[in-house]
């Protein structure tokens, strides 16, 4: 199984900050033959289910906001919101969709400093 | 607008079954492969099983040990998760999740559906 892990597990921004979070694979989720990175990531709210900000690493779901950005491949993947809002507050996780195990990292607890 | 609704969820002694559905809509079912995904209480997300579009398809992590069977009815736009031998350890919610446009990441999400393994 690929084994996804993400850090920090946890970190506080203020507010208009910049978020950084890293995803790490154990293998590489890049396929040569269309050239795309499986990965993505979710923001999941207290009470609520997962939300899709971005898939192939770096394509944005429409709707999220500009601020939300992806970057990386092959193993290192990184998740970066600019210009923190309080609404950003959240977990988020990636996961990797090459093998047909989809796993998920651990999540990344993100608040307000 | 997709919809995922699941259902069947509850409170369930140790070593029993349940039978969780999900009920889909606003999109064409059979275009599309469906996934399974829980969390536990205050924990991460797990994902569980995938069947593929027809149905003769299924995957499932480990861990599961052959006690839950993942199927679907394209005639009634739903699919199940049959759950075998549950353990305090099965206590989660249980996502229903439609993979995206192009591709297989999970682009929509229902609410889920509480089960508790409990004497």
């Known amino acids: 199984d690929v084994v996804m892990t993400q850090s920090p597990d946890s970190l506080a921004v203020s507010l208009g900050e910049t978020a950084t979070i890293s995803c790490k694979s154990s293998?590489?989720?890049?396929?040569?033959?269309?050239?795309?990175?499986?990965l993505a990531w979710y923001q999941q709210k207290p009470g609520q289910p997962p939300k899709l900000l971005i898939y192939?690493?770096?394509t944005r779901q429409y709707g999220v906001p500009d601020r939300f950005s992806g970057s990386g491949s092959g193993t290192d993947f990184t998740l970066t919101i600019s210009s923190l809002q309080a609404e950003d507050v959240a977990i988020y996780y990636c996961?990797?969709?090459?093998?047909?195990?989809?796993?998920f990292g651990q999540g990344t607890r993100l608040e307000i400093k | 607008e997709v919809k995922l609704v699941e259902s069947g969820g509850g409170l369930v002694q140790p070593g029993g079954s349940l039978t969780l559905s999900c009920a889909a809509s606003?999109?064409?079912?059979?275009?599309?492969?469906m996934n399974w995904v829980r969390q536990a209480p205050g924990k991460g997300l797990e994902w569980l099983s995938c069947?593929?579009?027809?149905?003769?398809?299924?995957f499932y992590i480990d861990s599961l040990e052959g006690r839950f069977t993942v199927s679907r009815d394209n005639a009634r736009n739903s699919i199940f998760l049959q759950m075998n031998s549950l353990t305090a350890g099965d206590t989660a919610v249980y996502y229903c999740?439609?993979?995206?446009?192009?591709?297989?990441?999970?682009?929509?999400w229902g609410q889920g559906a509480l089960v508790t393994v409990s004497s």
């Open positions: 192939w690493a770096s």
């Open positions: 069947i593929r579009r027809d149905g003769t398809t299924t």
């Open positions: 293998q590489s989720v890049f396929f040569h033959s269309n050239n795309r990175d499986y």
């Open positions: 996961q990797q969709y090459y093998t047909t195990l989809y796993t």
């Open positions: 999740v439609r993979e995206g446009d192009t591709g297989s990441y999970s682009r929509y």
């Open positions: 606003g999109f064409i079912f059979t275009n599309y492969h």
